[in-house]
Structures are given as C-alpha cells and as structure tokens.
C-alpha cells in the first residue's frame, strides 16, 4: 500500500441529526474520480452494513464533509457535502446537507484552518456544492471550542452547545429556481405536487394521496414496498419537470409527504432519501418544504397551520425541527429573504482512518483449503 492507503486524518462528527466523517480538502486526492474510490473504501460502500468501514449502514450516518479555506474575500470556509451510497458505489455532490454543516465549523477550529473568538465564533461558509452561502455561530470560550450545552434537538439524546445556522442565497440551490417547474402545483401519476427548491429541491405531495396518513413510524414506512417503487416514480419525473434530468440514481430530489400537525407543530411531515424514509427530516429540505407551505397555491399550505411568525415548527417521526423562512410573496415567482435553523454538534472522534483494499482479483486455480484454512462457511462466519 501507500499514499492515501496508508491512512487519512479524519474526524467523525455527529451533525444535527447525521453522522458524518470530516476531513480536510488537502488531506483528499484532489482528483474527484479518486477522492471518490477512496470515500467508497473509507465508509465501506458498496455494502449494506457497510461492515469494512466506517459508514453506519444508512444515508444518516453515511455522508462525507469536505472542509477548505475560505474560497474568495469575505469567506472564511468552503464546505462540500458528499453523500455517499450505503449499497451502492455512488458518490453524490447534488445536493447540500445542513446538519453536517453544523459541524463544519468547529472543525475547521479544531484543524486549525481558522482562528476561533475568545467568546462566541462566527464564521461565512461557501456551500460549494450549490454555490450558496451560510453563517455558523457557536461558542468558542477562551479560544476553544465547547461542545457542551443546553439545546436538545429532536432525534438527538441529551443536549449540547447550540449552532445557530443563517443560509442566503438558497433559493434555487440544485435548479436555478425557486419554483423549478415555474408552478405552484404540478400533477404527477395522478397526483398534485409541489417542486420547491430553497436550499435542497423537494418534491411535496400530500400523504393521503399515498394511501397512508403520514403519521406513520419509520419501520413501518421502510417496511412499504409499494410505496417506495410510487415515491420513485413520483421523483423520477419530477427530477425532469424540475431540470435535474435523469435522477434514477440520485439522492435529489427527496420527496416528502405531509399531513396536518398532531402534535402542536405546524405540519407533519414523512421524507424519503431517496426512496428510503429519513427517521427526522434534514434541515435545507425542512426550510424547502416549509417554503411550499407559504405558497398561496401549494400543495402543503392546505395542511400547514402556520404562526404568525417565521419560526416554523416541523413535526417529523422522531420530533420537531423548527426553522425559520421568510418569503416576498409580492414577487413573482416569489423571493426568497432568509432562512434560519438551530442545530447542536459533537466530536466523536479524531484520528487517522484506514481505507478498504483495493479489490484483488483472485487466482484462476485456487488450491483447496488445508485443515486449518479459514474458510467462510455461512454468510461470513469462519472456521
């Protein structure tokens, strides 16, 4: 072995409600055919248990953060969000992903790559796979930074040190447009949906459309056959309405199906990523679909119970996630203002990871196993 084979620095960080491993951009191959090879052997795709790496076995816990010196004057970081595919050998760089921007900071402190504040540290952020651009604060006493705090977050045990996080420019983050279909409502299979794209383009359609009643758990959403071979289909051909082309093997757009609030939010919501239920639902989607439910016409305002603020709260299978979106209904199509979430971060560990093997193909004639051969015998037991 050698070069990236003998091992990369890398952090494992829990991002809002993902786990992901972040690393340095020039700790990276700066080819991306190769950085990509290299990710698939690290996180131990393809395979669903991701049993040879360090994935854990769900789109969750199976994301990749690439961080960088700020990109251009007036930026501290550029941040690139890979998703990477549990049984697949896919690497995606189509889409943001806000919780594991809660993380990008303090790491980018903790590597050394930007100066923390004796208080509070508040740093720009360069989305680069969209092109968008967040702020992150979060507490830095003494020049360190403190992962401990008082905010819980659904989905999430205990508590931790809050990441407030301001997005700009989000609108139109994957198609170029808020509305990507220039529509409020479109009908697919039969079915009337929203395509918003503030932040991460969504599809929205009604859970009872689905058959379901969108209060459902995970396992039993997971458990549904029919129903993720209908939410492809649904996405498939709203990827082409929505300008993104063929997204077969995609992670966008995801798809979410609401209800009415049950539980004192202002709309319950079911995602899927891309056919796969999210257990919560991830922070760029959550201010996408909340924007859909502030269209005079879209699908998810004929659900939503909306306060009189911006502050949205967003009930998901495991919890709430509350974000903030403000729109300029006056325009048309409307303007996307700001956006706001509160998430939490922690380090998990810090160290050096080792990447899977390349494959090595084996010998034509393999001798027979001796007596004391270890030999698989069932499903990767050995003797």
Do not use: W
């Not at 170029?176 to 599809?203: F, H, K, S, W």
């Not at 679909?289 to 998810?300: K, S, Y």
């Not at 196993?369 to 270890?374: F, K, R, T």
């Amino acid at each position: 072995m050698g070069g990236f084979d003998d091992g990369v620095r890398c952090m494992l960080m829990r991002g809002g409600t993902s786990k992901g491993a972040y690393f340095l951009a020039d700790d990276l191959p700066g080819d991306p055919g190769e950085r990509d090879d290299l990710l698939l052997r690290i996180l131990g795709s393809p395979d669903p248990r991701q049993i040879d790496g360090i994935g854990g076995a769900h789109s969750l816990t199976s994301k990749v953060a690439v961080v960088s010196a700020g990109p251009e004057p007036g930026v501290d970081l550029g941040y690139l969000f890979l998703q990477v595919g549990v049984d697949e050998p896919i690497v995606s760089a189509r889409q943001n992903c806000g919780n594991l921007l809660a993380g990008v900071g303090p790491f980018a402190v903790e590597r050394g790559l930007v100066r923390a504040g004796r208080g509070d540290t508040e740093l720009r952020i360069r989305l680069l796979n969209t092109g968008g651009l967040a702020t992150a604060r979060f507490p830095t006493p003494g020049g360190r930074v403190d992962y401990r705090g008082g905010t819980a977050i659904s989905g999430v045990p205990g508590t931790a040190a809050a990441v407030v996080l301001g997005f700009e420019n989000t609108a139109g983050s994957g198609t170029g447009r808020l509305l990507p279909t220039g529509r409020e409502v479109d009908v697919i299979d039969g079915i009337e949906v929203t395509c918003v794209d503030n932040g991460m383009p969504v599809v929205v359609a009604a859970a009872e459309d689905f058959g379901i009643t969108g209060y459902e758990p995970h396992e039993t959403l997971a458990a549904d056959e029919e129903l993720r071979e209908r939410v492809q289909s649904l996405r498939i051909q709203a990827g082409k309405l929505m300008g993104l082309g063929d997204v077969a093997e995609d992670a966008v757009p995801k798809t979410t199906l609401v209800a009415p609030p049950r539980d004192g939010g202002a709309l319950c919501t079911r995602t899927f990523i891309p056919v796969r239920p999210h257990t919560a639902i991830g922070v760029l989607g959550a201010i996408s679909v909340v924007t859909a439910a502030l269209l005079e016409h879209g699908v998810a305002g004929r659900y939503a119970r909306l306060p009189e603020g911006p502050r949205v709260d967003v009930e998901h299978p495991t919890g709430h996630l509350q974000v903030e979106v403000e729109l300029d209904l006056s325009t048309s199509p409307p303007t996307a203002l700001r956006a706001a979430n509160v998430r939490t971060a922690r380090k998990l560990f810090d160290g050096t990871v080792f990447p899977r093997p390349r494959a090595v193909p084996a010998p034509a004639h393999s001798p027979h196993p001796g007596p004391y051969s270890s030999t698989r015998v069932d499903g990767g037991s050995h003797l």
